[in-house]
């Protein structure tokens, strides 16, 4: 794969617009392995820019024309808008420039492509998927758009002909990749605003996407869920399906959660095997049967699969457990979790009652986007309203223009009793001080900055 590549590249390098993003940085550090120069550009000097750098990747600070040099090929990612100053250069120099989606579309067609992709659960299940295969001596290329809990990397250039992808559908262009294998979490009404505020765009894309795939080709589709089900019609590829409802090909029944482990049996072929694991909820369960009926198909032994589950210890910030936290002098159970779709939340929060039914839930959740929550408010209330208190923190713009569709906004609707809005995360400690006690669970929930939260409590536990 490498000579392949470079032998059409020679004396080019690749200049990423955006590099610090979750999938460009994963972008970064392949076509780094595969031998390449590669440098690039953010506006914060991120954790992911730190890592960039420590690999002896050049990041800089700001974006500045000067920073490309002539035989750069550019890459740019979505959150970069027309008018950048950078991407103005290269389209008036007439350079090469390639969307995140368009660089890993050419690496794809050089490997067997296998793409997850779905509104929820994406990236743990193409991170247990990639584990799977790496236990199993098979030694995928993969790109993941998270970190993982263990030291094991989130991005790694493999010998085999395997290229797991998490595939993001937040953007259209997601339909430019030509992958093997296609396997559908679910799908929800998210990422509407890409989509000219239209679901039918949205499945049409995918379901185009679909189509893209070889003949020999293999869609793996969640076959509780209906909006993935919908996707099934008109489509002349080979369907597998999974789920908890008993005419799925792949199913779960009998589970069992305690606070540390999850076992629950699967059925396959008029077979039954018992699956334990690390990862907890039944939302999980759904992501483990994804990466199991991808496993099935490639040939591995599901005894091995299995094996191999029970090795892998999930992604960072989904369903983080803190145990070691004080607050008030009282030990605190505390979950860090990135979720910020209505039905994300709702799963940890299902999860969290499950295993401790006794307690309290206090929730410091920070909206992500504002045209989320205008699209998604009335079941965010609903969420939240289940819970016993309510913390809300500004609303995460993630670059969007301020509406009036903000925390503010959200506050005025929920109906918990014990709610409070707070306007900065300066305050933050305070106000959890004011509301926690030990028979509560404390839940950081979103996908922003609330991330700094969590250092904050543990430097204070010292």
Known sequence: MKNSITQHL??????????????????????????????GSDIKDTLSVKRLRKLKIKVHI????????????????????KNNIEMKFARANSMTILSRMEILSELMRLKYGISITGSHGKTTTTSLLSHILHKNHLDPTYLIGGMLKTDDPHVKLGNSSYLITETDESNPDFTKL?????????????????????????????????????????????GDD?????????????????????????????????????????HYNRKTYLVSTRLLGKHNIYNILTAIAVCIHIGIKLSR????????????????????????????????????????????????????????????????RYSRTKSSWREMVKVLNVTDKVIL????????????????????????????????????????????????????????????????????SK
């Open 178 to 222: 030509k992958p093997h294998l296609v396997a559908i979490t679910n799908l929800d009404a998210e990422h509407l605003e890409n989509y000219n505020n239209s679901f039918r765009n949205l499945i049409s894309c995918m379901r185009e996407f679909i189509k893209s795939i070889p003949f020999y080709g293999k869609v793996f589709i969640n």
């Open 393 to 460: 923190l500004p609303t995460y713009s993630a670059g969007e223009k301020r509406t009036s569709y903000d925390s503010e906004f959200l506050y005025n609707k929920i109906k918990v009793n014990s709610k409070i809005y707070i306007k900065s995360l300066r305050s933050v400690k305070k106000t959890i001080e004011q509301l926690i006690d030990k028979d509560t669970v404390l839940l950081l929930q979103g996908a922003g900055d609330i991330r700094n939260i969590i250092n904050l409590l543990h430097n204070d």
């Open 226 to 266: 209906k909006n993935s089900l919908h996707l099934t019609k008109n489509i002349n590829r080979n369907i597998f399906t999974f789920g908890f409802k008993k005419n799925n090909d792949l199913y779960a029944t009998d589970i069992l959660c305690s606070a540390h482990m999850m076992k629950f049996t699967i």
């Open 62 to 81: 700001g974006h500045n024309p000067k920073n490309i040099n002539n035989n750069d090929i550019i890459i740019f990612s979505n959150a970069i808008k």
């Open 305 to 368: 699969v299995i094996k191999s589950i029970v090795t892998f210890h999930g992604v960072s910030r989904r369903f983080d457990v803190h145990k070691d936290i004080s607050i008030n002098n009282n030990n605190v159970l505390t979950i860090d979790d990135y979720g910020h779709h209505p039905s994300e939340i709702k799963s940890t929060i299902v999860t969290i009652k499950d295993i401790h039914p006794n307690k309290k839930i206090l929730i410091v959740f920070q909206p992500h």
């Open 10 to 39: 020679k004396n080019k390098s690749f200049y990423l617009i955006g590099i610090g993003g979750a999938g460009m940085m994963g972008i970064a550090e392949l076509l780094y392995n595969l031998g390449f120069s590669v440098h």
